[in-house]
C-alpha cells in the first residue's frame, strides 16, 4: 500500500515531538507527489551551491536545472526543462549521448555514472569551457534518474596553463633556480642546478641547503640570512662547490616570497654561473699585472688617457723618466707635461661634441717633455685608440721609451759630421772587414781632391765616392802626388 506521510511539530509538547498524518494513494498519484516534494527539496539544496546541478530521467530529459547551472551554461531553467540535456554539450559528446544511455540501460555499464571526469561543456551562446562532471543516479519508486554536477574549470584551467608556462620558462632558463621553505629546505630546482652543481634534483628536494657553499666565510652568510629573513633582497656574489668537489662562483640574487597576508613562506635564489668570468677576470688582472711588472723592470713608461688626453694609469717607470710619481699626473692632460715649443703633438686636439679627429695609432713619434726638475726629456711614444663595440673612442693606450741619451748622442754625431764634412782635410773611412775595403764615408774635401776619375767627366759625389774601394783612392792620391794629373778642376 502506498501512502503519502505528512509531519507537523508540535510546539508545546517535548522538544522533537511531531505529528504524523498518513493517507493512501494510488501508485500514479503517490508518484508524482513524491517526484515534486523531492524535486522542491533537491531545488532547495541544489539553489546553495554554486557548482550547476541537474537532474535528468532515463531518457535524458531535463527535470531540474539549478541557479548555479544557469550562472554556468547562460540558460533559463524554463528553457532546459524537457529538453535533453544534450543541449549542454559540445561535439562529439552530443550525438554519442543518445547512444550512451541506450547502452547502459541495456548493458549497465557505467562510462561516467558514479565516476566523474573532465569533459567540456557548451553554453547557450555557444562557447566551449572544461568542466568536472560528476554523475550519480537515485531511484525513487522504482524510477531511475541521474543527478550531475557540473564544475567549472575554466579559471582553473587558465591557472594551470600560466603555471605551465612560467614552469616551461623557469625550467628553461638559464640560471639556476632554488626554491626553499622560511627553514631553507629546497622544495623545487629546475635542470641548470643540477648542471650548475652535479646534484639531481631529488638529491637536493627536502635538503636543508643553505644557499651559499661552505668556502663562503660565515660571517657573510648570516648577513645574508639575516638580510633575507627581515624581508629584504639579497643580492652577491657566491662561491659554491660542486658534488665533484670543484669550486664554481655565481652571481645570486635571492628574495623572500609572501603569502596574501603578507608572511614570508618561501626564499628564492636565482643564480648565475660567472665561473668563466671571474677565471677570465683574474687571468687579465694577473697578466696586466705581470705585464707591467715586466714593462716596469725595462723602464718603460705604459700610460692610458682618456679621449681628451687626460692620464687614467701611469706606471711607475714616469718617476725614473719625469720625476714625477703616478698619482702626481693622474687627472693631467699630456699637454701640460710637454715642452711649448716640442715637436709635434700625437694626440689630435678633441673637437667641440669630444672626439678625437685623429684616431689612427702612431710608432715612434718623439716627445719633448718637461722633467719635474726643469731640464728637457725626450721620448718615443708608441700608442693606439681603444674602441668600443659601436667605433667610439673610449681611451688611448701606450708605451714611452726614454730616448734622451740616444738623441744627445745622435745630435753631437750630426755636429761632428758637419764638422768633417766642413774641413779642407780628405777622409775616408773603409770597411777593412770586407776583401777591397769598400768605403763606408768620404767627405768632399776628398771628392775635390782627387778629381773626376779617367771614366767620369765630372767631379764625382760623395755618395759615388763610397762605392769605391779604399785601393781605388790609394791609387789616385799616388798619382796626384806624383804629379801625373793635371788639376781636374
Known amino acids: ?95 554519442e549521448h543518445d547512444r550512451y544511455l541506450s547502452a547502459f540501460r541495456e548493458t549497465g555499464v557505467k562510462k561516467i555514472i558514479g565516476i566523474g571526469r573532465e569533459v567540456s561543456g557548451r553554453r547557450k551562446n ?31 584551467k587558465r591557472a594551470e596553463e600560466r603555471l605551465l608556462m612560467l614552469s616551461a620558462a623557469i625550467d ?19 635542470p641548470r642546478v643540477a648542471q650548475l652543481t652535479g646534484y639531481d634534483p631529488d638529491e637536493l628536494i627536502g635538503q636543508n641547503l643553505p644557499l651559499r657553499s661552505h668556502d663562503t666565510a660565515n660571517d657573510q652568510h648570516l648577513l645574508f640570512w639575516e638580510t633575507l629573513k627581515a624581508g629584504r633582497e639579497r643580492r652577491g656574489e657566491i662561491l659554491g662547490r660542486t658534488k ?58 705604459l700610460w692610458e688617457q682618456d679621449p681628451q688626453g687626460r692620464c687614467t ?25 710637454l715642452v711649448e715649443d716640442g715637436d709635434e703633438r700625437w694626440i689630435a686636439t678633441p673637437t667641440q661634441n669630444g672626439s678625437a679627429v685623429s684616431r689612427q695609432p702612431f710608432n715612434h713619434l718623439v716627445n719633448k717633455y718637461r722633467h719635474k726638475d726643469g731640464r728637457d726629456v725626450y721620448t718615443e711614444s708608441t700608442g693606439a685608440p681603444i674602441l668600443d663595440e659601436q667605433g667610439r673612442l673610449v681611451k688611448w693606450r701606450g708605451v714611452d721609451h726614454d730616448v734622451t741619451a740616444r738623441k744627445a748622442y745622435v745630435d753631437a754625431l750630426r755636429v761632428r759630421n758637419r764638422a768633417i764634412e766642413s774641413v779642407h782635410v780628405g777622409i775616408v ?25 779617367p771614366f767620369q767627366r765630372n767631379r764625382i759625389t ?28
Request: proline share 4%; with cysteine; glycine share 6%.
Open 126 to 156: 555557444g562557447g566551449i569551457f572544461p568542466m568536472y562532471l560528476s554523475v550519480g543516479e537515485i531511484w525513487l519508486n522504482r524510477r531511475r534518474f541521474f543527478v550531475g554536477v557540473a564544475h567549472d574549470l575554466t579559471k582553473l
Open 244 to 301: 665533484s668537489g670543484d669550486l664554481y662562483w655565481t652571481l645570486e640574487t635571492a628574495s623572500a616570497s609572501r603569502d596574501s597576508q603578507g608572511k614570508i613562506t618561501h626564499f628564492i635564489a636565482i643564480r648565475q654561473d660567472i665561473t668563466d668570468q671571474k677565471r677570465n677576470k683574474e687571468a687579465l688582472s694577473e697578466s696586466e699585472e705581470r705585464f707591467r711588472h715586466v714593462a716596469e723592470m725595462a723602464g718603460e713608461w
Open 429 to 453: 773611412i773603409s770597411d777593412a772587414l770586407t776583401p777591397d775595403n769598400r768605403n763606408v764615408y768620404v767627405n768632399p774635401a776628398l771628392c775635390q781632391m782627387t778629381g773626376p776619375f
Open 1 to 95: 500500500m502506498d501512502a503519502l506521510c505528512s509531519r507537523w511539530p508540535l510546539e508545546a509538547s517535548e522538544p522533537g515531538s511531531a505529528l504524523l498524518k498518513f493517507r493512501r494513494l494510488d501508485s500514479e498519484i503517490a508518484e508524482d507527489v513524491a517526484l515534486s516534494d523531492i524535486k522542491h527539496k533537491l531545488k532547495v539544496i541544489f539553489d546553495a551551491v554554486p557548482d550547476g546541478m541537474i537532474v535528468i530521467s532515463e531518457s535524458g530529459d531535463i527535470l531540474l536545472f539549478s541557479s548555479g547551472a544557469e550562472k554556468l551554461f547562460g540558460y533559463e531553467q524554463n528553457e532546459t526543462l524537457d529538453q535533453n540535456v544534450k543541449m549542454l554539450m559540445p561535439s562529439p559528446y552530443r550525438e
Open 172 to 190: 628553461q632558463r638559464p640560471s639556476a633556480i632554488l626554491i626553499t621553505d622560511k627553514e631553507g629546505h629546497v622544495e623545487y630546482v629546475n
Open 313 to 337: 694609469y701611469s706606471s711607475a717607470a714616469i718617476q725614473d723618466i719625469l720625476g714625477f710619481t703616478p698619482e702626481e699626473i693622474l687627472g693631467k692632460s699630456y699637454l701640460d707635461l
Open 462 to 489: 760623395p755618395e759615388q765616392c763610397e762605392i769605391f774601394s779604399c785601393r781605388i783612392y790609394k791609387k789616385r792620391c799616388a798619382q796626384i802626388f806624383a804629379g801625373h794629373v793635371l788639376n781636374g778642376g
